[in-house]
Nanobody
Framework: QVQLVESGGGLVQAGGSLRLSCAAS????????MGWFRHTPGKEQREFVA?????????YYTDSVKGRFTISRDNLKNTVYLEMNSLKPEDTAVYYC?????????????????WGQGTQVTVSS
């Protein structure tokens, strides 16, 4: 099993920045990739935000956050970060960290085997 704990959420004004952290524990060596998803009020499903792999550090982003968000990882700390800049009110959501045990389509929820509890990000206009 892998446990994921997110932190770093909060309230910020539009144009501001936040950095989310996701600390992984347990059988972290069994995970291949890490992703961030978000659930916006009124939307039925969580949407993909960004992903990275532990081994190569390649990164993937949804179009709406490209150039504003950066995903990174610290293999020694088993921690993944999501640096969010130029935040917009539409970025308001609960952000979830997820871990995938095997290779898959990084933007699909079904690729991920473990999920954190989520952290709230609120961007005021």
């Amino acid at each position: 099993q892998v446990q994921l704990v997110e932190s770093g959420g909060g309230l910020v004004q539009a144009g501001g920045s936040l950095r989310l952290s996701c600390a992984a524990s347990g059988r972290t060596f069994s995970t291949y990739a890490m992703g961030w998803f978000r659930h916006t009020p009124g939307k039925e499903q969580r949407e993909f935000v960004a992903a990275t792999t532990w081994s190569f550090g390649d990164t993937y982003y949804t179009d709406s956050v490209k150039g504003r968000f950066t995903i990174s990882r610290d293999n020694l700390k088993n921690t993944v970060y999501l640096e969010m800049n130029s935040l917009k009110p539409e970025d308001t959501a609960v952000y979830y960290c997820a871990a995938a045990a095997t290779y898959g389509h990084y933007n699909l929820r079904s690729t991920y085997d473990y999920w954190g509890q989520g952290t709230q990000v609120t961007v005021s206009s």
